[in-house]
């Protein structure tokens, strides 16, 4: 079973409007770290948002903001008044200690999202 | 100042040879690691090391070798390249590897074509 499900492979939006890119996951731990990333067409991997399993508040940067609900194990990427610069690839991650082992960094298969004027 | 730095960016070869991928951090982070990413964008772990130990080792064919020389530096050593083998190879580092706010850097890449 995959450990993180990003269900929307593509995603479309007015310039402006806001947007929810999907995230699901998977994992026994207490203990985990979830993280989204963007990628632009250019290629390099830029860190989002990062949100850990205890805190109890949303993570918040910026237009970026993390819809963390745990009993659903869902931690939703929302980005508010879309640009242009935000078409790009946006990976969501976990980073969980499966069977006690190293921390092991996983990620989704991504979703490809494209702010039209 | 580049954080995390790969050589070379882009490498185009022959089936049957063998290619190396240098990764080097300023960040002077503990845990560094090798992604692949496939045509379809997945990123995939092949391997980690903290502090020149290797601790996650992915099922990776064994004509990939990683080699550590100091926490720095994460070379990615491939022998008898296959076609399959033509992907980006990503470099990361983190501060550590708990499941705290560790955040990943990555590299830009490393394109290898593989003909």
């Known amino acids: 079973a995959q450990k993180i499900t990003q269900t929307q492979p593509g995603m479309f939006v007015q310039e402006k409007e806001a947007v929810t890119l999907d995230c699901t996951y998977d994992t026994s731990d207490q203990s985990y770290g979830l993280f989204w990333y963007k990628q632009p067409s250019s290629g390099e991997m830029i860190f989002l948002i990062y949100q850990g399993s205890y805190d109890e508040q949303n993570a918040t940067e910026g237009r970026y903001s993390l819809n963390f609900q745990k009993a659903r194990k869902s931690a939703n990427l929302v980005i508010s008044a879309s640009q242009l610069g935000d078409s790009a690839m946006y990976f969501c991650a976990m980073r969980d200690q499966p069977s006690g082992g190293s921390y092991i960094p996983t990620f989704g298969r991504g979703t490809s999202l494209i702010v039209h004027p | 100042d580049t954080a995390v730095s790969q050589t070379p960016k882009y490498l185009v070869t022959q089936m049957g040879n063998d290619k190396s991928i240098k990764c080097e951090q300023n960040?002077?982070?503990?845990?560094m690691y090798w992604y692949k990413q496939d045509s379809k964008k997945f990123l995939k772990i092949m391997f980690s090391?903290?502090?020149?130990?290797?601790?996650i080792n992915e099922t990776v064919p064994n004509r990939f070798s990683p080699k550590s020389p100091d926490k720095a530096h994460l070379n990615l050593h491939i022998n008898s390249l296959e076609l399959g083998d033509s992907a980006v190879y990503f470099c990361a580092s983190s501060q550590g590897q708990g499941s705290g706010a560790n955040v990943l850097t990555f590299g830009a890449g490393s394109r290898l074509t593989v003909l």
């Open positions: 090391y903290n502090n020149k130990e290797l601790i």
């Open positions: 960040l002077g982070h503990d845990t």
